[in-house]
């Protein structure tokens, strides 16, 4: 973390308020655009102003009172050619509204039955099925969960140009259809996007992708995806693949305190000291999980969640049923055909038969070249095999791939281990 107070409360601002107050604008404003530019606003304001005024005591409610008014005031500004009727009412209802100093959880009036969580409905608006399931979830990537272009094209293994490109697409659609922000009676058509969006941000704080990160994690956004999640399981009870994300998460989370040292390195989960595990956490997520296989409608994040008890549940890392987790990829590359998790099948196949069989199914990976964790997993794979410098070569593109500074320090060391 930073040492300077204003930089860090800046940071706070723009990365843990500044989706719930766009949230909170777009629902008032019905324009996704406009909130958007408004926060952005209200976060330049910050920045200018907060060096010479100090930090207010509530910055979330400063962020929001800066922003509704330069949203009202972009409202003022529009031509009587381009200034619609809703235009208008919005103008009237907003300029009635609390007043500068309100808290913004004020500011949200719930007119959608159990959908009380701003952030949640925002989601749910952004999975419009309008949108392809990309732009659906780098736009809610990028509104709700405060993640930058960079940290977004890092999850998606894409270049930041298509990225940020897919994203202005997806916002214009929204803006020229004139998608309602409107919840659906039936949300199950916008279901897999916002699993989909939960799991991304999930795994954006249980490894950050940001160049700018101290920290191998984000504690912050995994939280904030955990409370997400189950809030999700209150509005669908009973659904097996919302069960199998959350007890996935659950699962992750259990073994967040032994994946880095006492100076933020990164330490593999076989040398992992298993008794700082929660686990109360693990007892969580084994029961959710439990309960979700017992519907019978098996999905990849119940998969997911099932590889990830059989890490959990190990005694030592020597006892890990790796057979049993390679069967599980296996079986989780053929539902969904992602080269991702070909490559943790590698992995996997490697430990329970050796690493010349985890190198010849990683071979078979084709197209995710930019994937650091691809050239990471060779690398180890071909020092294994006595392949040095074929290693040193694999290890050096891992490296320069890789933007986390953890996993730099990482790649680097066992880089220089074998020069």
């Known amino acids: 973390m930073t040492d300077d107070p204003l930089a860090a409360a800046l940071t706070r601002l723009a990365r843990e308020e500044g989706g719930r107050v766009l949230a909170l604008l777009a629902r008032q404003f019905g324009d996704v655009d406009l909130a958007e530019d408004a926060v952005q606003d209200g976060l330049a304001a910050a920045a200018r102003t907060w060096p010479a005024d100090g930090v207010p005591l509530n910055p979330a409610a400063w962020l929001y009172s800066v922003a509704r008014r330069r949203a009202l005031d972009g409202l003022r500004r529009s031509d009587a050619e381009r200034l619609r009727a809703a235009d208008v009412a919005v103008l009237a209802r907003a300029e009635g509204d609390a007043g500068p100093d309100a808290d913004p959880c004020q500011a949200l009036v719930v007119d959608d039955g159990a959908i009380a969580d701003e952030r949640l409905r925002l989601i749910l608006l952004c999975c419009h099925p309008a949108l392809d399931r990309d732009a659906q979830v780098a736009l ?29 697409r997806a916002k214009r659609k929204i803006r020229d259809a004139r998608i309602p922000m409107s919840v659906p009676a039936d949300l199950g058509e916008r279901l897999d996007a916002v699993l989909a969006v939960l799991y991304l941000v999930f795994n954006e704080g249980y490894l950050s ?11 912050d956004l995994a939280q904030e995806a955990l409370r997400l999640t189950g809030l999700l399981t209150g509005l669908l009870p009973g659904h097996a693949e919302i069960e199998g994300l959350l007890a996935l998460m659950l699962l992750h989370l259990a073994r967040s305190d032994a994946r880095s040292g006492p100076e933020g390195e990164l330490v593999l989960l076989a040398e992992q000291d298993r008794g700082r595990w929660d686990a109360g956490l693990v007892r969580q997520g084994n029961a959710v999980l439990a309960a979700a296989l017992r519907r019978l409608d098996p999905g990849p994040y119940q998969l997911q969640a099932v590889i990830a008890a059989y890490h959990a549940n190990a005694p030592s890392a020597e006892d890990t049923d790796w057979a049993a987790i390679a069967g599980a990829y296996r079986q989780l590359a053929a539902m969904t055909g992602s080269g991702v998790v070909a490559v943790n099948h590698a992995v996997a196949v490697a430990e329970a038969d050796g690493p010349a069989a985890g190198l010849a199914v990683l071979d078979g990976v084709a197209g995710l070249d930019r994937y650091h964790l691809l050239h990471a997993a060779r690398a180890h794979l071909l020092h294994r095999l006595g392949r040095s410098e074929q290693a040193r070569d694999a290890y050096e593109r891992a490296l320069a791939l890789t933007v986390n500074p953890a996993e730099r320090r990482f790649l680097a060391a066992r880089l220089d281990d074998l020069r």
């Open 140 to 168: 809610v990537l990028r509104l709700v969960a405060g993640l930058t272009t960079a940290e977004i094209a890092a999850s998606f293994v894409v270049p930041e140009a298509t990225l940020a490109q897919r994203i202005v």
């Open 209 to 219: 992708r940001s160049p700018d990160a101290v920290q191998l994690q984000r504690p």
